[in-house]
């Protein structure tokens, strides 16, 4: 079947700099994405959505980009600091049957983000 | 965690026992997600819930079965477990669009 997947599964940065973390989607009708990030024995957290119908969105030093002709989506957090470090999952929603979802989620493999201070 | 709890957060058990997991949660979310999560395969769906007694498979489902009997309570069971069944269990509800996580179940099937 369809999923997410993650171009790179680890991330180094220093603290202070910018980091980008990226997924690639294969369901061209999924319509909504979300990133999470998950530090260690911990439920993930949500951080950020994207619809279909936006090419950004930014947050609190986050911000996701949706590339829908190449199916691509990333997360960038400015200035990049210890507290940051964790795993980050992209998730998507495809389209169910009837056009109903119920929300269901389809998650990549994870990035692990580490950041040196 | 956004009102939910998860019972037990650890449960060590045999093969072939039956395990069930607790999910509460105090917003009144009509729905509710299982998901397990083990290395190298992110989060994955089991079971998931859009109302009282309104539930339905998710992608490994095999082997589990949920109920609900009211709003706040998603339950998830292994009728036997086995070692494969060695995960983390999470549960969510559904927010606006995103989904809510617990804290987590460490389940262990020796």
């Known amino acids: 079947g369809e999923s997410v997947g993650l171009h790179l599964p680890t991330l180094s940065v220093q603290e202070g700099d910018n980091s980008i973390i990226n997924c690639a989607y294969s369901n061209s009708a999924s319509d909504y994405f979300i990133w999470y990030k998950q530090e260690s024995g911990k439920g993930p957290q949500f951080i950020i959505d994207?619809?279909?119908?936006?090419d950004k969105r930014q947050g609190q030093r986050v911000t996701v980009l949706l590339n829908k002709t190449v199916k691509h989506l990333s997360l960038q957090i400015a200035a990049t600091q210890p507290g940051d470090s964790a795993v980050y999952f992209c998730a998507e929603t495809p389209p169910g049957a009837g056009g109903t979802s119920y929300g269901k989620l389809t998650f990549g493999q994870g990035t692990i983000l580490t950041v040196h201070p | 965690d956004a009102g939910i709890t998860q019972s037990p957060r650890h449960k060590v058990t045999e093969t072939g026992t039956p395990v069930t997991l607790r999910c509460h949660q105090t917003?009144?979310?009509?729905?509710m997600y299982w998901y397990r999560q083990d290395p190298g395969h992110g989060l994955r769906l089991i079971h998931y819930s859009y109302g009282v007694k309104d539930t339905d498979k998710g992608e490994v489902s095999d082997g589990y079965s949920v109920s609900r009997s009211k709003t706040e309570d998603f339950l998830l069971t292994l009728e036997s477990a086995t070692s494969s069944q060695t995960s983390v269990y999470f549960c969510?509800?559904?927010?606006?669009?995103?989904?809510?996580f617990g804290p987590g179940t460490r389940l262990t099937v020796t």
């Open positions: 917003e009144n979310h009509r729905y």
């Open positions: 994207i619809r279909s119908n936006m």
């Open positions: 969510a509800i559904r927010g606006r669009g995103e989904q809510y």
